[in-house]
C-alpha cells in the first residue's frame, strides 16, 4: 500500500511537537473521523453496530545507537512491560487505574503523577536535575546499606553467637537452646547476603557508572544469585521470634540483664537495643527508590522494576518461584491424562489459564481429504517465512472480516487453555460442568502453594482431564472479538465471551477434531455454572487470559539466554490502542508490543514479521529483508524539532522516499503500514490454502 493511502489513527494521543525550519514536513493528512475514546471498553461501534476486534500488533524495534532523540522516539512508543506474575500483588496505590497483567508496578512513594505528561526522554536542565536526583539516591543507598550491615552485624555476633553459645553449657545458660535458635531465625545467612550486595554496590561505585549499572547490580541480586532468599525465612519467623523475645524477658532475668549491658558495650551502632535489631531485616529490603528519577525506557529502570516485583514479593512473604513452579507443575501432571513430560522445565513458568469451548468450523485444515496435505509446502506450511514470529493477527484481519461458518450439528469441544511463558497447553474437560483450572487448582495458586488441598490422581474420578496438544506461543495469533464493557441491544451475552487464536503450527499427533485445526473459535465459560449468571466474571477471565497471552507473547523472547546480557531484549507496551481503518480494518483495534534490540542480538535471533529499524545518525545498512529476516522492514530517523524520516522496504520493494512527519504520528503509521503488508500477505496465503482445497 503506498504511503499516502495510509490515514491517520484518531484513537492515538498527540503532543504538540514543534517543528524544525529545515525539514521539509509531509503534507497534512486528511481530517479523520472522530471515534469514541472510551470505545477501548466496547466491543462494538456506536453508529455502525459493528463488532469490533481487537488485537496485539507485535513489532521487533532494531536500534543503532540510542541517542537523545532515539530515547524520545522509544518514549513516544510505550512503556516498559512488567514480568507477569501469577501471584497477587500487594493492595498498592495504581493512581486509579485498574491493575491488569500487564500493568507497570511502581513503588508506593514513586512520583509517577508528577512525571506523567511529561516526556519520558527528559531533556536540557531536567535531565540533569533528575541525573543528580538519581545518584544522590544511589549514594544513599550504598550508605544505608553499610550502615544495615553493621547493626546486623552485631546482632549475630554481639547477640545471637554469645547467646547460642551461652546455651550450650547449663552453667552459663542463659536462656535455652530452643529460644537461642529460634530468637535470631536465620541471621547467620542474612548478614553475609547483606556483605555480598554491598561489595558490588561499592564496585559499582568505583567504577564512576552507577546510572548505567545500579539495574543490573539489583536485579542480578534478586533474580540470578537470589542473594535476598535468606529474607524470605527470616521474615516468615518473625511473629515467633518476638513472642519469643516477650516471654524470655519475662521468664529469664539474665536475659534481661544481659541485652542491657550489651547494648552499652555494643559501639558502632548508636546503642540500639536488642528489640530495634531483631527488626532491622524486616524493614531493610531495599527499596530501590532511585527508579523515580530514570527515564521509563532506560534498560536500567526496566531491571529496577523487575528487581522491584521480586522485592515485594519477598516482603510478602509470597512462595519462591521455584516452589511455584514445582508445585504448579506436580498438580498438572497429577491430574492431566497423558501430561507431556518434556513440559516440565526448570526455566518454564506457568502464568493463566481459561476455561472455554471450542466450536469447530468450516475452516481448512493442515490436512483436509480429498485435498493435497499442506504439509506438501514445507515443514512449516502455515508460516509465511521460515523465521518469523506472528507479530500481529494477520490471519485474525482475515478471519475477522470473514468469520468462518459453524457446523449445524456440531458439538462443542470442552476445553481448558493453559498458558506458559513460551507454551500453550490444549487440555479436554470430560464434560461442561468441569473447570480444569478448580481441578487441577491454578484457580487459586497461594493456596495451592501453601498445600491446603493436596489432589491426588484418582483414575476412576469423574473429573478427568486429558492433554490434547501444544503449540509456541510465537506460532499463536489471537484476536479478541468480544471485548466489551458493557452489554448492547444489538449484542449477545455470548458474543462478549469470544476469542480466536490461529496457530501457525496447529497440533498435528492428536485425533478427531483436536488436530490439524489452524482457526479455534472460543467462547469462555465458567464450569458448572452458566454464563448467564455471572458474565462479567466469565468476561473478566477472557480479558485476563487474552492480556496475558499478549504480553507473555512480548516478553518470550526477554528470556532467550545469550551470551551477552546486553543483546537481550526489553519489552515496551503502547499506553493507548489504535485504530486500523488506515489498513483496511474500520472496526480493528491494535495495542502495540514492542521488543526494542541492538542490531547485533537481533540477527542471531527469531525475528518478527514486522522490524522497525532506528538509525539517528541514518548511515547504519539496511536490515536484512525477506526468507531469513521480517517480511517488513520500517525504517526511521528521528530528528531535532519532534520530526523523523520515514521510509520502508519489503522483499520485492524498496521505498526510497524518505517522508518527513510528526514524531507523534510514528506509532500509527507503523502499525497501519505493518497491517497493510500482513493483510496482503494472508490474502495471498488464504488464496493458496483455497486452491489446495478445490
Not at 507477569?84 to 497483567?101: K, M
Not at 449468571?533 to 516478553?555: E, G, S, Y
Not at 489504535?578 to 521488543?595: I, K, N, T, V
Request: charged share 25%.
Amino acid at each position: 500500500m503506498p504511503p499516502s493511502a495510509i490515514t491517520s489513527s484518531p484513537l492515538k494521543y498527540r503532543q504538540p511537537v514543534t517543528r524544525h525550519r529545515s525539514a521539509e514536513p509531509f503534507a497534512p493528512l486528511p481530517p479523520t473521523k472522530p471515534i469514541d475514546l472510551n470505545s477501548s471498553t466496547k466491543s462494538t461501534d456506536r453508529e455502525t453496530g459493528s463488532k469490533i476486534t481487537r488485537r496485539a500488533f507485535l513489532c521487533d524495534i532494531v536500534v543503532e545507537k540510542q541517542g537523545e532523540e532515539t530515547a524520545n522516539l522509544l518514549a513516544h512508543l510505550g512503556q516498559p512491560l512488567k514480568p507477569l506474575s501469577i501471584l497477587p500483588s500487594a493492595p498498592a496505590s495504581t493512581n486509579g487505574r485498574p491493575n491488569t497483567p500487564s500493568r507497570l508496578s511502581i513503588p508506593p512513594d514513586s512520583e509517577e503523577d508528577e512525571l506523567e505528561g511529561k516526556s519520558p526522554g527528559w531533556s536540557g536542565p531536567r535531565r540533569e536535575e533528575m541525573s543528580n536526583r538519581l545518584n544522590n539516591l544511589i549514594e544513599e543507598l550504598v550508605r544505608t546499606e553499610r550502615s544495615y550491615l553493621s547493626r546486623i552485624h552485631a546482632l549475630k555476633t554481639s547477640y545471637a553467637d554469645r547467646l547460642r553459645l551461652f546455651s550450650r553449657d547449663p552453667n552459663q545458660q542463659l536462656i535455652p537452646p530452643y529460644e537461642a535458635k529460634a530468637m535470631f531465625a536465620n541471621i547467620e545467612a542474612i548478614v553475609p547476603a547483606s556483605a555480598s550486595f554491598l561489595t558490588d554496590l561499592d564496585a559499582m561505585m568505583q567504577s564512576g557508572r552507577a546510572e548505567d549499572l545500579v539495574g543490573d547490580v539489583c536485579l542480578r541480586h534478586f533474580k540470578n544469585l537470589r542473594t535476598f532468599d535468606p529474607y524470605r525465612t527470616y521474615l516468615s519467623k518473625q511473629d515467633e521470634s518476638q513472642k519469643l523475645f516477650q516471654d524470655s524477658l519475662k521468664k529469664f532475668h539474665g536475659f534481661a540483664s544481659f541485652i542491657e549491658s550489651t547494648k552499652y558495650q555494643t559501639t558502632g551502632i548508636g546503642n540500639i537495643g536488642l528489640r530495634e535489631l531483631l527488626m532491622e531485616p524486616v524493614q531493610r529490603i531495599p527499596r530501590l527508590a532511585m527508579i523515580k528519577c530514570m527515564s521509563p525506557i532506560s534498560s536500567q529502570h526496566a531491571k529496577l522494576l523487575e528487581a522491584i516485583e521480586i522485592a515485594s514479593g519477598i516482603a510478602r512473604c509470597d512462595p519462591d518461584p521455584q516452589t511455584v513452579r514445582a508445585t504448579v507443575m506436580y498438580h498438572l501432571e497429577r491430574n492431566i491424562d497423558n501430561f507431556p513430560a518434556k513440559l516440565f522445565s526448570n526455566s518454564r513458568d506457568y502464568i493463566d489459564a481459561v476455561d472455554v469451548e471450542d466450536l469447530p468450523a468450516e475452516y481448512p485444515t493442515v490436512s483436509s481429504p480429498p485435498s493435497r496435505p499442506l504439509s506438501s509446502l514445507g515443514s512449516r506450511p502455515l508460516s509465511i517465512s521460515s523465521n518469523s514470529n506472528p507479530s500481529m493477527a494477520s490471519f485474525g484481519s482475515l478471519t475477522s472480516q470473514s468469520p468462518p461458518t459453524a457446523h449445524a450439528a456440531a458439538t462443542p469441544l470442552n476445553c481448558t487453555l493453559f498458558l506458559f511463558d513460551d507454551k500453550l497447553m490444549i487440555v479436554k474437560r470430560q464434560s461442561s460442568s468441569i473447570s480444569g483450572r478448580k481441578v487441577t487448582g491454578t484457580d487459586d495458586i497461594q493456596k495451592l502453594v501453601r498445600g491446603v488441598s493436596v489432589m491426588e490422581k484418582n483414575p476412576i474420578k469423574k473429573d478427568k482431564l486429558s492433554f490434547r496438544g501444544q503449540v509456541d506461543i510465537l506460532d499463536v495469533i489471537a484476536s479478541d472479538t468480544g471485548n466489551g464493557g458493557e452489554f448492547h441491544v444489538f449484542e449477545s451475552k455470548a458474543e462478549l465471551l469470544d476469542f480466536h487464536l490461529f496457530f501457525e503450527r496447529p497440533p498435528l499427533d492428536q485425533s478427531g477434531r483436536w488436530s490439524s485445526r489452524p482457526f479455534r473459535s472460543y467462547t469462555t465459560v465458567h464450569p458448572p455454572f452458566s454464563t448467564a449468571l455471572d458474565p462479567v466474571a466469565t468476561r473478566r477471565d477472557k480479558l485476563r487470559f487474552i492480556q496475558n497471552l499478549w504480553a507473555a507473547q512480548a516478553l518470550a523472547r526477554t528470556k532467550m539466554s545469550t551470551k551477552d546480557p546486553r543483546s537481550v531484549p526489553r519489552a515496551l507496551m503502547s499506553e493507548h490502542e489504535l485504530s486500523l481503518e488506515g489498513a483496511g480494518d474500520p472496526m480493528g483495534r491494535a495495542r502495540c508490543y514492542w521488543d526494542v534490540w541492538e542490531r547485533n542480538g537481533w540477527l542471531d535471533h527469531r525475528k518478527a514479521k514486522v522490524a522497525v529499524h532506528i538509525d539517528e545518525e541514518g548511515m547504519a545498512s539496511n536490515l536484512p529483508v525477506g526468507e531469513d529476516g521480517p517480511l517488513l522492514c520500517i525504517r526511521l530517523q528521528p530528528m531535532t524539532g519532534g520530526l523523523c524520516r520515514f521510509s520502508y522496504s519489503t522483499a520485492d520493494a524498496v521505498d526510497e522516499d524518505r517522508m518527513v512527519i510528526d514524531i507523534s504520528e510514528i506509532m500509527d503509521r507503523v502499525v497501519t503500514t505493518g497491517e497493510s503488508h500482513l493483510l496482503e500477505a494472508a490474502l495471498t496465503f488464504s488464496t493458496q490454502i483455497w486452491y489446495l482445497q478445490v
